[in-house]
Each structure stands twice: as structure tokens, then as C-alpha cells.
């Protein structure tokens, strides 16, 4: 019995190749994002609990925020806005990851560094509010990340810090954003961020 012709339009090599392609286009640009945090960009309709039992749902202890090393405070409030100051990625050992994306750095080890600076400015913003419950939206992100000159692709490592606030606050954790590359950062840290919410 011969195919009738929309049968073997369905099955010519071209189209089944091409769907194959884009299958792998697809799987790179998952691949890109560390397997043990894939679960955590949501919307609010998925979350349950409060901020903090959401941490803790992922495993993740605040840590107590370091005193600021110069002039300066980590965070200032004016009327319902927090402005928090640059943080770096502080990791539970009390170092900081540093390195230079591109180079010293993958976009992996760049992503797990812009988490653990989500972490520490939650425990800032924590310390300076009193209660995560307080958090209307996360207003603004600037990511700055310590970058080789042929590392373009900042985005993809201030990822780790959007998808966190994401996963704990839902839709009012999406943030208007800048991702930057810089020649380079205090103690050689990978990523330095800085933040905006609203609070009630």
C-alpha cells in the first residue's frame, strides 16, 4: 500500500532531522542551568508556605550577614523601599567564591556563585526588616560579574541569583534586572550584586 502524501510529507529525512536539532537546541539551553537547581524558577500558584519555609524546603539556612568591612551599611530603607548594598557570593564555609567567569570560572560555577549572593542579601534584607513575609516585590537586580573579555555571557550567571527569588517568592520575586561583565571585583570575587524591594 503506497503513503498517502501527507504521510510521507510527515516522514521525510528533512523534517524529522530538523525536529532533531531542535530537540538539541533545546536540551543545551537546559543543560545550562545546574541539575540540583532546575526545580527552583516557579510561579506563585506552585508555592506554598512562607519565604522562609521555602528556604528551608531547599535546604537553605541564612547566614548570620558579616559586619560591613569600610563605611558603610548593608542595607538602607526609605519609606517601603530597601536598598540593598552590593553583596558577594558568601559561601557557608564564611569564603567567597572569586574567580573570573570565563577563565578561572564555567557559567556553573558562575550560577552557584550568584545563589550563595542571593542567600546572603536575603539575610541582610532579613536583618533589616525582621521577616521575609514583609517582602512585596523584588523591585531591581544589578549582577555584576567578574569577567574575562571574551566571557559575554553574564546573563546566564546572574541566573542563579533571579531563579532563587523566583523559587522563594514567586511572582513577586521577577525583578526588572542588569547583568554586567567587569575587569574585575573586590578580593577577586566572581559576582557582586546588589538589590531593590518594596516592603510593606
Known amino acids: 500500500m503506497s503513503c498517502s502524501p501527507r504521510h510521507s510529507e510527515q516522514n521525510r529525512p528533512g523534517k524529522r532531522i530538523g525536529v532533531l536539532l531542535m530537540a538539541l537546541v533545546v536540551l543545551g539551553e537546559l ?13 506563585e500558584q506552585a508555592l506554598t508556605g512562607t519565604p522562609e519555609e521555602r528556604l528551608a524546603a531547599l535546604g537553605i539556612e541564612l547566614p548570620t550577614p558579616p559586619a560591613p568591612v569600610a563605611n558603610y ?5 526609605t519609606g517601603n ?5 552590593g553583596h558577594g557570593p558568601l559561601k557557608p564555609d564564611g569564603t567567597y567564591v572569586t574567580g573570573k ?3 578561572d570560572l564555567t557559567i ?3 550560577y552557584e556563585a550568584a545563589r550563595f549572593t542571593a542567600i546572603a542579601m536575603l539575610a541582610s534584607l532579613k536583618a533589616e526588616i525582621g521577616d521575609l513575609d514583609r517582602v512585596r516585590r523584588i523591585v531591581k537586580v544589578t549582577g555584576m560579574v567578574n569577567s ?7 546573563p546566564k550567571v546572574i541566573n542563579g541569583c533571579s531563579d532563587l527569588l523566583v523559587s522563594i517568592f514567586g511572582d513577586q520575586g521577577k525583578h526588572a534586572r542588569a547583568a554586567v561583565g567587569m575587569a574585575s571585583l573586590p578580593i577577586g570575587i566572581a559576582v557582586e550584586i546588589e538589590m531593590v524591594v518594596e516592603v510593606e
Open 31 to 43: 543543560v545550562a542551568v545546574p541539575v540540583a537547581y532546575a526545580r527552583e524558577a516557579t510561579s
Open 73 to 77: 551599611v548593608r542595607a538602607v530603607t
Open 81 to 85: 523601599l530597601v536598598f540593598l548594598a
Open 101 to 103: 567567569l570565563g577563565k
Open 108 to 110: 556553573e560555577e558562575g
Open 148 to 154: 574575562d573579555p571574551a566571557f559575554t555571557q553574564q
